[in-house]
């Protein structure tokens, strides 16, 4: 019986966008067309080859970190606008920068 365990593949290696989303998010969530679109916003390296989208698993990676990063940076503004007991209700157009009641 051989062994069906899937290859060492390097970091750096280029992967086609499907293939990378098949190694990098087995359980799903992310598409090619979600690496398409991050692509598109400058968020991830692409390599492009013959006319062929590729990226690697490094890449993949340095972009979830800027994601975690940037969470982190918004993520505590939420607690202090409780502290501070601030409305997020938009205002009324026309009533003089009153607040929804």
């Known amino acids: 019986m051989t062994n069906r ?8 290696a280029p992967l ?11 359980m799903g969530g992310m598409t090619v067309s979600g690496l398409r679109k991050e692509i598109r916003r400058n968020r991830l390296t692409v390599e492009v080859m013959a006319g062929k989208q590729f ?5 993949i990676e340095e972009r ?13 503004l939420m607690p202090i606008l409780m502290t ?3 409305s997020l209700t938009p ?6 920068g009153k607040f929804w009641a």
Do not use: S, Y
């Not at 086609?16 to 087995?26: E, N, Q, Y």
């Open 64 to 76: 979830r970190r800027e994601a975690m990063a940037r969470r982190r940076r918004i993520r505590p």
């Open 5 to 12: 365990a899937q290859p060492e593949i390097a970091l750096d």
């Open 91 to 96: 205002l009324l157009p026309g009533h003089g």
């Open 84 to 86: 501070k007991n601030l």
């Open 16 to 26: 086609r966008l499907a293939d990378a989303v098949k190694i990098a998010f087995p």
């Open 55 to 59: 990226t690697t698993l490094a890449a």
